[in-house]
């Protein structure tokens, strides 16, 4: 972390989500009739950055959990590439994320199609008043999750929270909801000790690169830990899927390199050969959650929030962020 | 390059080009007509590692020249995330890319999905007899394609341009195999010079790290760069969407480093504003082809095949390939 207000902002995201839970599925607010009700074909989710990861996730999040199709786009590819994802005879719901609500090309993209009869927009963002807000259809203003850092780390967790949040609550899926407050009472309970281990673990060790690895929901996740280390300790850090990292990056590994696994789907099969190949290059290795059955423990892999135990995968998954903005 | 077979590979791709537009092209062959004619909602193009960026480069190029809806996936990523990519209503054609068709994930989703009613299958690889071919449905074999060196070189850009008359020749698009024709006599004249060119370049500076930036088609291709920096050299290198570079990346950014801008698009506005942060912060530019309007050239800008003009900027784009593999 950069500096005290960043180590403040990841503490106290917790309260945020609680706090747009509450909102979300408070009576008297319809924002998730608002966002999916409309007619369309297809959400496209848009951001630049920090916000473009979060629209991945949520794209994943949404083809996983619901019946509609999404694409996750940067706003810039979806502005000059639009004749590439806009079919004219189709209807769209544009749902973007912006911090600051000041997004040079997230504005744009809203600017280009909003009067188009076929495209609903629906903003994200932190701040009450912006840009963003003024030129889309209809907004969500993320509570508690404003920032003075540059590097976002709450605003991203508060606003992908509660996308799913409102998405969940629209398909009146009430065993994710609780397993979604389950989550923040066990993060709740964790993030202060986790301060120390996390930290306490790198300064023990001289890492000189990076790599996340994360699939299905969790590949955004390991792209964001990607970037929040480059804006934060300028040193190489590398984000694939999980299997990907077999295909070409591993010639990268070297004897002081991190591997960071995201929490490991119970789908997965073979994770243990790639763990295998890491520690025969002599690099190390971080699991997040309890990790794969019969995996050998040893001074090379090290567990983090190893007791946390979710049924729902995707829900669990929110349980890597605290670690790798840290 | 690592050795003399890459040389040789790099050098005798247009060759494998030309041999594969004959087939394609070729009155007595109905390939094209085999793998697009059937009845399907939504085409998956997989593959892994070089092969995934080969599939997402394919369905970019599907999805602006024709009206198919198709999406990307490394192929682990379909194999253990199904229930978020295949829709049980919907019909899917999967088109899978492995060179050597011994690829153990890409012949798994075959596996996976061979008997399922709504699922066509197509493989494209590079060797007669293999079992991905096996397990397909339907194959093309790319001819003069396969390779001895460990990375894909002439197999990756191959297939890719396979694919692509396949397709152009499906929707009978004329102007654009004829395009597709003149790159093969621009590229044979460029390729014998260009190797001494960006070698020269390359020894005269001492690059520690890479940048590889791209929109549209290029971004895949962008990533391919990347994958073979890392899978050669082993420093540092990283790919991204041209525009994304702005938000956070460009923290990497140091007096030895090389951003290497893929092919130009007109579309794009205000790659001058990402160019002089660049030249800012004292790192080099290569840019491939003739760039951008009114950008000041001088000591840190160097342009290679600047002289190329094509009608068709995804044709343009293969362009890339030759100079990022050298």
């Not at 967790?157 to 996308?163: A, I, T």
């Not at 609780?178 to 993060?187: A, D, I």
């Not at 070409?248 to 004897?255: I, N, R």
Request: glycine share 6%.
């Amino acid at each position: 972390m950069d500096n005290n207000y960043t180590y403040e902002e990841i503490s106290s995201q917790v309260k945020s989500w609680k706090e747009n839970f509450d909102v979300i599925i408070g009576e008297k607010t319809k924002i998730s009739t608002d966002l999916f009700s409309k007619d369309f074909d297809r959400i496209i989710f848009f951001g630049c950055g920090t916000s473009y990861n979060l629209a991945m996730a949520s794209s994943f999040f949404t083809n996983t959990v619901s019946g509609f199709d999404s694409i996750a786009l940067p706003s810039s590819e979806l502005l000059f590439n639009s004749e590439t994802y806009i079919d004219k005879g189709k209807n769209y719901l544009l749902v973007g994320y912006s911090r600051s609500g000041e997004t040079t090309e997230s504005i744009e993209v809203i600017n280009k199609f909003k009067n188009q009869e076929k495209i609903r927009t629906f903003a994200f963002t932190c701040r009450e008043k912006n840009s963003f807000i003024d030129v889309s259809e209809n907004h969500y203003v993320c509570r508690g999750a404003e920032e003075k850092s540059i590097a976002m780390t709450r605003s991203f967790s508060s606003m992908l929270f509660s996308y799913c949040i409102m998405l969940t609550r629209y398909l009146d899926n009430k065993d994710r909801l609780k397993e979604f407050s389950g989550l923040c009472t066990y993060l709740e309970s964790k993030i202060p000790l986790l301060f120390g281990e996390v930290k306490e673990y790198i300064d023990a060790n001289d890492f000189n690169s990076y790599f996340a690895l994360g699939s299905g929901f969790n590949y955004p996740l390991a792209v964001e830990a990607d970037l929040k280390m480059k804006e934060m300790s300028r040193i190489p850090e590398y984000s694939y899927h999980i299997f990907e990292f077999n295909h070409g990056p591993k010639a990268l590994l070297s004897e002081d390199c991190l591997v960071l696994f995201l929490t490991i789907s119970k789908k997965l099969r073979n994770v243990d050969i790639i763990v295998d190949e890491i520690i025969k290059n002599r690099s190390k290795i971080a699991i997040i959650g309890k990790g794969i059955k019969d995996l050998k423990k040893g001074g090379n892999i090290r567990f983090f929030l190893e007791d946390a135990s979710f049924e729902d995968e995707l829900v669990e998954s929110f349980i890597n962020i605290p670690v790798f903005q840290i």
